[in-house]
């Protein structure tokens, strides 16, 4: 798991282009949103299409995707549970 | 009327200069972005949302911090008596080629949003007000080289037909590896120690480190 994280927090910098920020200034289970890395509704967007890319998983309920991306843990687990990829 | 202009910043060749004394340096960093991190770390900030901002926006954002540290401490802003006049010569081309390149390519296209909010250079006007919840007005002007008379000019008009208390104005360009600040912060009401906010003393200030 702790190499999943590792890698999403990875795809995380890359998809919202956090230049200059590295793995270990993302706090695991820190909210994503508003809070913490303080990301916003394009980011979610970013996210999703990430997911599809990266792993081949569909988002196509709202409140799965909320659920999903509240941390990077929560996503991480979300990836290993739904992965098609 | 009596302008002034009470503080003034400049980020150049890893230096930066607030009111003509040196305030951080890290002259031996590989790049621009790694030497606006190491500002932000020496400003002791903790904004994550610096690092979504395209190179425009965080030197615009460094400087407005740094221009603000002052003002900051004396805790009186009117939100919606602040306005911003920043100008440059590249308008948002730094972003606009990275988003070109990620729409260039037909098996691999993606517009991507997290990129495309940037390709507007009024955007770092919009990451000084979020940061500081400024609701006064606002304009970017694109000419060749820093316009002392058309800042002058605009912020003047600004200051004298009661639009705004103070401005922050000036001059922010980034381009490659290329890059410039020079941030003003006029005020109506300045204090007489601090500089009278004309065309000479502009320019003075821009030439001057």
């Known amino acids: 798991m702790d190499e999943l994280i590792l890698k999403v927090k990875n795809e995380i910098i890359t998809a919202l282009k956090l230049e200059g920020?590295?793995?270990?200034?993302?706090?695991?289970?820190?909210?994503?949103?508003?809070?913490?890395?303080?990301?916003?509704?394009?980011?979610?967007?970013?996210?999703?299409?990430?997911?599809?890319?990266?792993?081949?998983?569909?988002?196509?309920?709202?409140?799965?995707?909320?659920?999903?991306?509240?941390?990077?843990?929560?996503?991480?687990?979300?990836?290993?549970?739904?992965r098609k990829s | 009327m009596n302008s002034r202009i009470t503080q003034y910043c400049i980020?150049?060749?890893?230096?930066?200069?607030?009111n003509g004394e040196e305030f951080f340096s890290n002259d031996i960093a590989e790049s621009p972005l790694v030497f606006f991190k190491s500002a932000l770390k020496h400003l002791n900030i903790s904004y994550p949302k610096?690092?979504?901002?395209?190179?425009?926006?965080?030197?615009?954002?460094?400087?407005?911090?740094?221009?603000?540290?002052?003002?900051?401490?004396?805790?009186?802003?009117?939100?919606?008596?602040v306005a911003l006049v920043l100008s440059n010569s590249v308008s948002c081309l730094d972003t606009d080629v990275e988003y070109q390149k990620s729409i260039s390519d037909r098996n691999n296209y993606y517009p991507s949003p997290a990129l495309f909010v940037y390709t507007l250079p009024n955007i770092m006007i919009g990451e000084i007000c979020i940061r500081n919840k400024y609701q006064g007005e606002n304009i970017f002007f694109c000419s060749e080289a820093f316009n002392a008379d058309l800042i002058y000019s605009y912020v003047n008009m600004l200051l004298q037909t009661n639009k705004a208390d103070k401005c922050i104005t000036g001059w922010i360009d980034f381009l490659g590896n290329s890059y410039e600040a020079v941030l003003f912060l006029i005020e109506r009401e300045g204090n007489s120690n601090t500089i009278e906010f004309n065309i000479e003393n502009l320019n003075k200030l821009y030439k001057g480190i």
Do not use: C, H
């Not at chain 1, 299409?49 to 792993?55: E, Q």
């Open chain 1, 21 to 82: 920020m590295t793995p270990d200034e993302i706090d695991t289970d820190a909210p994503l949103f508003n809070e913490g890395l303080g990301l916003d509704s394009i980011d979610a967007l970013e996210l999703i299409v990430l997911m599809d890319k990266n792993y081949g998983i569909v988002v196509e309920d709202p409140k799965v995707g909320k659920q999903a991306l509240e941390s990077v843990r929560t996503m991480a687990e979300f990836i290993k549970n739904n």
């Open chain 2, 50 to 81: 610096f690092y979504k901002m395209d190179s425009l926006s965080k030197l615009a954002f460094l400087a407005s911090e740094v221009i603000l540290i002052q003002d900051k401490a004396r805790g009186s802003f009117p939100n919606d008596r």
């Open chain 2, 11 to 18: 980020i150049r060749n890893g230096k930066i200069f607030l």
